[in-house]
């Protein structure tokens, strides 16, 4: 029941990527752009059921860790390290889970999931848990407090 070719090449697409077109903006439908490298886009994700939950998205479209040389693949994991040490710093999450997956959207993002105090350890990582959606202006105040760790 995998995607057929068609589906697969028109989801890889870059003209038609929704990361492509979305991920520089300051706010998209799903996230909140908390900074920008010259390889990443940091975004802090609108479902907050696992508080300080991020991602970071390649700016170049790239499907697979695979296809990145040493030099961008090396670039890609420093940004996300970052991302996991500011979410630490913010957030004292117990632990960030990294996920990289793309296969229903093949651009490569990694997905940042703090676990807390309160989270199960023993229960898998589902990032559509929730959703949590934080008013605006909380959502807001946790991307600037991001932000300016971050930027430190």
Known sequence: MWWSEAEQAALADPATCGMCADADLDENPHSVLIASTSTTH????????????????????????????????????????????????????????????????????CHLLPQHEDDDPLRNVDISDGPVLLPDEELRARAEALRAVWNR
């Open 42 to 109: 940091l975004r802090l994700a609108r479902n907050q059921a696992h508080p300080g939950y991020c991602l970071v998205i390649l700016r170049e479209h790239v499907t697979d860790l695979a296809d990145l040389d040493a030099g961008a693949l090396a670039a890609f994991w420093t940004d996300v390290q970052r991302a996991g040490r500011v979410i630490g710093e913010v957030l004292d999450p117990r632990k960030v889970d990294y996920l990289v997956m793309g296969h229903r959207m093949p651009h490569l993002h």
